[in-house]
């Protein structure tokens, strides 16, 4: 025989990681007494780290607290800007193009293609890095520090789910979208041997990254990456 019922009710942001049956919002659960509030969201498909302080019939409670029969849970969604202890990310192997977006804007960004999931945990935790990651799994993992899950499979949506939720400051040019090194002005004079002869011809001014020695100019993809840069800077001008 089933026990007490307790209901609870998904902000809209949240409805993606419900099961269908449940993409009402509302989805009613059994009382045992013993799972938490954020045990049964977390059973339900929505990882913690998407979730802000919740109520319990109207009053703020967190997600530690037990439900009784007949209590209606609001889960809300995590508040719009997240403050950070500080703008620095690692990305998981599938984000590689968002990757090199973050760093193009000066974000502070570690990824490698071969890093397995405890391995992302371990830099998450031991550079305080906020991981960013598509797999809910990866964000249910109690040892993780801090972790967030991008919305949309559109690298452009990726980017502007991101500085919409973090509004991370930027400084656009600065960092290696390779490496994420620092990148300095260099002389032409010293790398020009490396230069192939148009770009040596048309081009005057140029960078190097400080880390793995990578040399940038404005070419010909310059005016796609400046258009990345000028609607990542509206988006955060938008959301302070």
Known sequence: MAGPEAELRFARELLLFLAPRHRTGLARVTCDGTSTLGHVIESLG?????????????????????????????????????PLPAPRFVLDVHLGTLARRLRLLGIDVAYSNDRDDDALIDQANAERRTLLTQDRGLLRRRRLWMGAY?????PDDQLADVLDRFVPPLAPWTLCTACNGALAPVPKADIEQSLRPGTRRTHQEFARCTACGRVYWRGAHSARLAAIVDRATRIVNRAT
């Open 46 to 82: 929505v990882p913690l780290p998407e979730v802000g302080e919740p109520r319990v019939d109207g009053k703020p409670a967190t997600t530690a607290c037990r439900l009784a029969g007949g209590q209606v849970a609001d889960v809300v969604a995590m508040p719009r800007p997240q």
């Open 150 to 154: 991008v919305r949309g499979s559109d």
